[in-house]
């Protein structure tokens, strides 16, 4: 059993781990041509923190809330 503040908590993270992590990307994806290896790790870290804020959907999926 989990509390509401708890699943919401969780749902808030979902989303700024989602969304940091597309940014941190795009921005990598961009800084490659001028700075190959900080556009690179750019993209492998926001990619990372991307797949993190998809596995807490699962994680989330499976909490129940207290009746």
């Given at each position: 059993m989990?509390?509401p503040r708890?699943?919401s908590?969780i749902?808030?993270?979902?989303w700024?781990?989602?969304?940091?992590g597309?940014?941190?990307?795009?921005?990598?994806?961009?800084t490659?041509?001028?700075?190959?290896?900080?556009?690179?790790s750019?993209?492998?870290?926001?990619?990372?923190?991307t797949a993190?804020?998809?596995?807490?959907?699962?994680?989330?999926?499976?909490?129940?809330?207290?009746?």
């Open positions: 989990t509390s708890t699943i908590r749902q808030s993270l979902i700024v781990l989602i969304y940091g597309l940014l941190c990307a795009v921005l990598g994806f961009a490659r041509p001028s700075a190959p290896a900080t556009g690179w750019m993209m492998v870290v926001g990619a990372l923190v993190a804020g998809v596995v807490l959907i699962w994680v989330r999926s499976r909490m129940a809330p207290d009746s």
